[in-house]
């Protein structure tokens, strides 16, 4: 029996919860996500709460487990998305590494020959902080820790100098470099 797709998902006040047969719609504060529903799952949305269950109680296969399971953190992550929205901070560390913001495109000096220029999709936010931290927000989990990684990619953290990009308050592990005049 999934642990997770026991608990039960309260809607808050300000959110707007819509079933339409496989189909579910949240709508709050910040925007409106929807989301289809695997027929594995059922749903259940009473005034002040949402139930998920799986569609045949006698399903006893690891798909229908796992997809109760998913379903019920996907409603959840809508739900916390719509009312409060999601943040990934990335702070960029190196010397002459800089970042700027220029409509809807970041544009970077990562120590390549040329800057790196990355389109912002759409419904995510990025601006810059104090000290070359980078602040991407918006209402859907999946696409601001996907864009957060893409830009992440561009330049990791290096472990003999710490040069790159790291989610603020991640620690890199730092290597020792070589010593001189230690060759025979």
């Known amino acids: 029996m999934s642990k997770i797709g026991k608990k039960i998902i309260e809607i808050p006040d300000g959110v707007e919860v819509k079933l339409e047969k496989n189909h579910i719609e949240a709508k709050g504060p910040k925007g409106t996500l929807s989301l ?8 259940e949305v009473s005034e002040k709460t949402i139930a998920v269950k799986k569609f045949s109680e006698n399903d006893k296969s690891k798909l229908a ?8 953190s996907l409603i959840n992550n809508m739900i916390i998305g719509v009312k409060e929205g ?5 702070e960029l560390q190196g010397v002459g590494f ?8 970041i544009v970077m000096a990562l120590g390549f020959s040329h800057p790196v220029e990355v389109m912002v999709p759409e419904g995510i936010n990025a601006k810059i902080e ?18 957060a990684a893409e830009i992440r990619s561009l330049k990791k953290a290096e472990p003999y100098k710490g040069k790159g990009f790291r989610y603020q308050g991640e620690k890199v592990r730092r290597k020792v470099g070589k010593k001189a005049g230690t060759a025979k």
């Open 86 to 90: 999601y943040e990934k901070k990335l």
């Open 65 to 72: 487990a796992a997809v109760w399971g998913l379903t019920r």
């Open 98 to 105: 800089r970042m700027s913001v220029q409509g809807n495109k």
């Open 130 to 147: 104090e000290n070359n931290v980078l602040s991407i927000t918006g209402i859907d989990k999946q696409a601001v820790g996907q864009f």
């Open 36 to 43: 289809d529903i695997h027929e594995k799952a059922k749903v």
